[in-house]
């Protein structure tokens, strides 16, 4: 327990507003802290696989344009095939983690 001064820097923390941080307000806190920086990563990692979805599309249509010839396609076949897999991991890894943790 703690009484507070004036403008204190734990005033955020009374969430009755009755001047006094008890440890039920700390413990509070610390999980409204802790949801915070859950949700932080989470929003981190659908961003990650998003743009992944996206660089996937934005490829396969570039491979489709004219001005890529069909040699330099062929070239760059075995490349494109780790970018796909190194990508399609990355969002199944995202959906995988996400129904994982949603389960616990
Ligand atoms: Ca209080």
Redesign the pocket.
């Known amino acids: 327990m703690k009484q507070l001064e004036e403008n204190s820097r734990f005033s955020p923390f ?9 440890d039920d ?1 700390i413990n509070k806190a610390k999980e409204i802290r802790e949801f915070e920086d859950k949700s932080r990563k989470h929003l981190a990692q659908l961003r990650l696989a998003r743009y992944s979805l996206i660089a996937i599309g934005i490829y396969t249509l570039l491979l489709f344009m004219p001005f890529i010839s069909d040699e330099r396609i062929a070239q760059i076949t075995k490349i494109s095939d780790l970018f796909y897999i190194s990508l399609c991991s990355v969002v199944g890894a995202y959906m995988g983690f996400t129904s994982w943790a949603s389960r616990k």
Do not use: L, N
């Not at 969430?15 to 008890?22: E, K, L, P, Y």
């Open positions: 009374d969430f009755d507003g009755d001047g006094i941080v008890t307000e």
